[in-house]
């Protein structure tokens, strides 16, 4: 499995966008970029997945550079209440472990008054 | 919005004893999974079920743990004789294919303490 990196952790202000980067150099062909959330004392809950160039919804952005080792997940003006740990993981597809998940650290994301 | 849910919230337990952590997974769902979090750390896998059996265990899933889906609606996290290392929130989590486009939706997570 594909190792993830990404900061510790990030400070921001409320209405600002914040953008975290998640580097994944060892990425496979067949791996896909998934971000999660985790609220204190809550389970981690899906963001956004891709697998190259941009995905947007409702929530984020996820811009993926054509060689795929790198990720950025783009938080448009964040609030009090994104306040949260954020996790990219490497998920491959078919992987025949029904798609365990493997959480880093992740980062931190502290956004301010 | 369907969600898996969990109970209980909190569970409190002297070592050695046993606990049961109980999940529900959204309805429509064949595939199940226990994570836990230990405080300050990473979410860990512990273990995948699909077609009532294990498909995948973690090397902290040992023969203490088990888990079973006894009636079709409910999945459960059985630790047999509990130690102070398994403190930790546990995490159900439950999708619908094991193709790696479908999601798996965690549920808020049983905080266990072992005294």
């Not at chain 1, 550079?65 to 003006?77: G, Q």
Request: charged residues 20%; proline residues 5%.
């Amino acid at each position: 499995l594909a190792k993830t990196t990404q900061p510790i952790s990030m400070d921001s202000y409320e209405g600002q966008e914040v953008n975290i980067t998640c580097s994944h150099n060892n990425i496979a062909t067949n791996d896909y970029i998934t971000w999660y959330q985790q609220f204190p004392s809550q389970g981690p809950r899906f963001i956004i997945q891709g697998y190259k160039t941009k995905v947007t919804n409702e929530v984020a952005s996820l811009f993926i550079p054509a060689d795929r080792k790198s990720s950025t997940l783009s938080l448009p003006r964040v609030s009090l209440s994104d306040t949260a740990v954020y996790y990219c993981l490497v998920v491959p597809m078919f992987s025949g472990g029904y798609n365990k998940l493997i959480f880093g650290a992740g980062t931190r994301l502290a956004v301010h008054p | 919005e369907p969600e898996v849910t969990q109970t209980p919230s909190h569970q409190v337990t002297q070592m050695g004893q046993e606990v049961i952590l109980r999940c529900v997974p959204i309805s429509n769902h064949l595939y199940f999974y226990w994570y836990r979090q230990i405080l300050g750390q990473k979410v860990e896998f512990l273990v995948s079920f699909y077609n009532n059996e294990i498909s995948e265990k973690s090397e902290i899933f040992d023969d203490q743990f088990s888990v079973e889906r006894p009636d079709g609606s409910n999945f459960t996290l059985k630790i047999r004789s509990t130690k102070l290392e398994d403190s930790a929130m546990y995490f159900c989590a439950s999708s619908d294919s094991r193709e790696v486009q479908e999601t798996q939706y965690f549920g808020p997570g049983t905080r266990l303490l072992v005294l």
